[in-house]
């Protein structure tokens, strides 16, 4: 991918009490280049657990090809594609929620726990062109991934699921 349509892409995850804060950073991590630092901000909740926000804003072009190369894993691509008008909002911002469990495992879907949030280049800056682009970028992501998914089926990578500790959450409860 050449050209990338966006001016930065967020990452958020919050660690909360009942979690294992390393573990959430591994699962963020994920998505991000290898010496992507992650901002840390401790909060407190309604109940006066402690509640840490981890996040990371990826603002350099090669940085933003690797957190798309991840997203290119989702097997839901086409779903995304489809509900981008309810993705995209009128600040030409796409919102994804990946499951923060399955990143932990180092899997891409979709599901709760962490927050992408990338600001997609429309010029002139409206939700239609930011729409169009983003379709057009997550299409091609799609068909890279069709593409590579033809070639990885040879492969015996698949190794990395064979945890036989079952120890895959990101709580601390062992």
């Known amino acids: 991918m050449a050209t990338v ?8 995850a919050f660690a909360y009490a009942t979690e294992d804060e390393k573990r959430v950073a591994d699962a963020l991590r994920t998505f991000l280049p290898e010496d992507t630092e992650l901002d840390r901000v401790e909060n407190v909740g309604h109940h006066g657990d402690r509640i840490v926000v981890l996040s990371a804003r990826i603002e350099n072009a090669d940085g933003m090809r690797h957190v798309l190369d991840r997203l290119s894993e989702l097997d839901e691509v086409d779903r995304v594609i489809d509900e981008l008008d309810q993705r995209v909002d009128d600040n030409c911002a796409l919102f994804l929620r990946v499951d923060k469990q399955a990143a932990f495992g180092g899997e891409v879907r979709l599901g709760p726990g962490i927050t992408v949030r990338a600001k997609v280049e ?24 069709d593409d590579n998914g033809d070639d990885s089926d040879t492969s015996d990578d ?13 709580s601390d409860e062992s």
């Open 158 to 170: 698949d190794t990395s699921d064979d945890d036989a500790s079952g120890d895959d959450d990101t």
């Open 5 to 12: 349509p966006f001016h930065y892409v967020d990452l958020r």
């Open 122 to 145: 429309a010029y002139p800056a409206k939700k239609e062109a930011a729409v169009e682009n983003a379709r057009e970028t997550l299409g091609r992501l799609a068909d890279d991934s």
